[in-house]
């Protein structure tokens, strides 16, 4: 359902959009109902569109290109930066780096990183987040954190590390369905060549010694093979790129990794969960 305060969070691209789609209708002569006929979305999602109650979804401008570009790609060219409009403020300047990069290495110890998570875990902890959002805004973040997940078919491939605590696993976000079917999802992602999981043990501390006690952290290798990190906790982000700092993250990751489990060893204890749950 399109919400009234979207009109006054919607970004300048779908702003722009918003305006430019209206325009092109109006020199066709065409009442709403009619572009959405041809878009195959209703008036009412036009209506919508135009009065940012709703920004244009992905597909919307995909269809608006087809049936207004003339050609020209506009809309084409719209759709990176609507969508990261519909990021979280704190995530916005990570995500083009994050659609880039040839080399992913996480650390997570809260939750299910986005990138492998299912859109009913998702919908399920941003919808339970605080401060409390709106249907729509839930589900906007819900569809972007889903579409970022094109990444594990990028080309040219990139390689992808995923170390997760225990504890992640072992805590409920949704229900026991919605966990189960988070366990498969991440069994399904360990036969991706292109895709390491580990699990992190609850036991990890017990000889005194924990390198991932300071919290997640992301690690990242760009195409000119630049080595950056980013840390987001309680909304707030931080991309870094001093090469010494960078180089510390790296090692203490490298720590974390050493002390966690196998692939094989990480693949049936997600096993052991998933059959738990059920």
């Not at 918003?18 to 999602?45: I, P, T, Y």
């Not at 960078?246 to 203490?252: D, E, F, G, K, L």
């Amino acid at each position: 359902m399109a919400r009234a305060e979207n009109k006054e969070t919607a970004g300048p691209m779908a702003q722009m959009v918003a305006k430019l789609a209206r325009k092109l209708r109006v020199r066709k002569g065409w009442s709403q109902d009619r572009l959405g006929a041809e878009l195959g979305f209703s008036g009412a999602a036009v209506s919508a569109m135009e009065t940012l109650a709703q920004p244009a979804s992905d597909q919307m401008l995909v269809e608006l290109e087809r049936v207004l570009g003339d050609g020209m790609g506009i809309f084409e060219d719209a759709r990176t930066a609507v969508r990261l409009e519909k990021y979280p403020e704190q995530f916005q300047n990570f995500a083009p780096l994050e659609q880039r990069a040839i080399v992913l290495q996480m650390y997570e110890t809260l939750v299910i990183n986005g990138l492998f998570q299912t859109e009913e875990y998702a919908r399920a902890l941003i919808g339970g987040g605080y401060p409390p959002l709106s249907e729509q805004r839930v589900e906007e973040l819900v569809q972007a954190r889903m579409e970022r997940q094109a990444l594990f078919d990028r080309e040219p491939i990139v390689s992808i590390e995923l170390i997760l605590e225990e504890a992640v696993l072992r805590r409920t976000i949704g229900n026991a369905e919605v966990m189960t079917g988070q366990m498969q999802h991440l069994i399904a992602y360990t036969r991706r060549r292109n895709v390491n999981l580990h699990v992190l043990p609850l036991e990890c501390g017990t000889s005194g010694e924990h390198a991932g006690a300071r919290g997640g952290i992301t690690l990242v290798e760009t195409p000119e093979h630049d080595r950056l990190g980013y840390l987001e906790v309680q909304g707030e982000s931080l991309l870094i790129t001093d090469p010494a700092k960078v180089s510390t993250y790296a090692r203490r990751y490298a720590k974390i990794r050493a002390q966690a489990l196998g692939l094989r060893e990480s693949l049936g204890l997600i096993e052991e969960l998933a059959g738990e749950q059920r």
